[in-house]
């Protein structure tokens, strides 16, 4: 059920990432102001950048953690039961 999940945020994530990084998403940042010197949109892309790199870190891990699962118990399965 968790695998699911994340497969489905795997999908999801991507398409978000492409949503945010439209223009017209993005032109609602575009602000005069300046922070440090550089403008407020550019702060705002690289974060949302850096943000969406760690999600696909964070997601990429666990997938890979509960797919090394599935196939751990699924070759445990398929031992024979040795015993009385």
Do not use: Y
């Amino acid at each position: 059920m968790r695998l699911r999940r994340h497969k489905d945020a795997a999908v999801a994530l991507p398409l978000g990432a492409c949503l945010i990084f439209t223009p017209p998403f993005m032109l609602t940042f575009d602000q005069v102001g300046r922070f440090l010197g550089v403008p407020l949109l550019l702060i705002f892309l690289f974060a949302l950048w850096f943000v969406g790199i760690c999600l696909a870190w964070a997601l990429g891990r666990r997938l890979i953690a509960e797919i090394d699962e599935d196939l751990a118990n699924e070759a445990a399965s398929d031992q024979p039961q040795v015993g009385p």
